[in-house]
């Protein structure tokens, strides 16, 4: 009896050390992967991640949603997908799953004001963000 519950705590032991290892060892080979690939901040590895998030939406929009699903649930938050549009100096925001209507502004900060009252605990998604650059 004694002899089987040695081998049970030595395996319990070899097992606890052996998830430790495993974990520096990913830790560490990460670190390093990171570094070579030029990334030692959290701001270049948030540039780094939005790129890939980019790159695997115009790819393939559909692992893109689930994507976003996961992380919204691990948020507990809604991913509402925008589409902005610019007329006559006034940017316009449409949902865009429905063309919705969900805010204009004569600037960044304006338009997210507006869309800001239609919206609580929700990460949106602008798909064409590059038309903000414009407006200050």
């Known amino acids: 009896m004694d002899d089987i519950l040695a081998y049970v705590i030595v395996l319990a032991v070899g097992i606890v050390i052996g998830i430790w290892a495993a974990n520096l060892f990913h830790r560490v ?3 390093i ?3 070579d690939m030029g990334i030692d901040s959290n701001a270049k590895l948030k ?3 939005e790129e890939i998030q980019e790159d695997l939406r115009k790819r393939d929009p ?5 994507l976003m699903r996961d992380i919204a649930e691990d948020r507990e938050q809604e991913v ?11 940017l ?3 949902r865009e799953s429905d063309s919705q209507f969900l805010g204009q502004g004569n600037t960044r900060e304006d338009l997210i004001k507006s869309m800001g009252h239609r919206f609580k605990n929700v990460t949106v998604e602008i798909t064409n963000a590059e038309l903000m650059k414009d407006f200050t």
């Not at 559909?62 to 689930?66: D, P, T, W």
């Not at 509402?80 to 006034?90: K, P, S, W």
């Open 47 to 49: 540039r780094f991640t």
């Open 33 to 35: 992967v990171l570094k």
């Open 62 to 66: 559909e692992a893109y949603a689930a």
């Open 80 to 90: 509402v997908r925008v589409r902005l549009e610019a007329h006559q100096g006034i």
């Open 92 to 94: 316009f925001a449409y």
């Open 29 to 31: 080979m990460i670190k």
